[in-house]
């Protein structure tokens, strides 16, 4: 469902070069922001690999072994304010 919601977005975009060269030396940054509630969690190599999936699967990215390493990996509890 996720790799859907991402090809929808993406509207056939792509960010592959065109010659087989270029798609040798490309290195894609991806950067990703995954909110979880106070009580979920997550692996950050599983979230990360479900947008990989994602970009790859709608053709964005031709493939996640092109993506480089994260420059920067924080973690955050989000603490929801009550509805009143």
Not at 7 to 34: C, H, N, S
Not at 56 to 67: E, F, L, P, T, W
């Amino acid at each position: 469902m996720f790799q859907d919601a991402v090809a929808i977005f993406a509207r056939g975009r792509t960010l592959t070069p065109m010659t087989l060269k270029e798609r040798q030396k490309v290195v894609y940054r991806v950067d990703a922001l995954i909110m979880l509630g106070a009580k979920d969690r997550l692996h950050v190599d599983n979230g990360m690999k479900v947008q990989l999936d994602g970009l790859q699967k709608a053709g964005v990215i031709q493939s996640d072994a092109r993506v480089g390493e994260p420059d920067h990996i924080s973690r955050s509890v989000a603490h929801p304010t009550p509805l009143r």
